[in-house]
């Protein structure tokens, strides 16, 4: 099985993508996006997963810093996987340096696509 890391502080998210990708990925999960630097050196998951809207650190903020941090060797290089909000958030997406983005509201089958994509081979 392969780990998932999710930084969302919904719970309804946390559940939605947790069925649709449980069973063949381990959800991890932080609330912040301010903890994702360090649940990402602990967990080593295959891809992280960004809501948009994270209480502390938004998705694109956070997404920016994964991608920093393994660019200067202190993090692992692990895809991102950005949570859109609408479509028009898509030009956001653009610049958060995320490999991929899925809008909301979640398409279990557009997701798992999505992850598997993602996910080394």
Known sequence: MTDVLLATDADWLFADVAASLGGTHN?????EGSAV???IAAVEPE?????LQ???MGGVATSLLIKQEARAGRLPDVPVLLLLDREAD???????DADAWVTKPLNSLALRRAAQQLLPA
């Not at 959800?27 to 609330?31: A, E, M, Q």
């Not at 891809?47 to 809501?51: F, H, K, N, Q, Y």
Request: aromatic share 4%; no cysteine; net charge neutral.
């Open 54 to 56: 994270i209480g502390n």
């Open 27 to 31: 959800v991890h999960r932080v609330r």
């Open 47 to 51: 891809l992280v997963i960004l809501d």
């Open 90 to 96: 898509e030009f956001l997406a653009t610049t958060s």
């Open 37 to 39: 630097a360090a649940a």
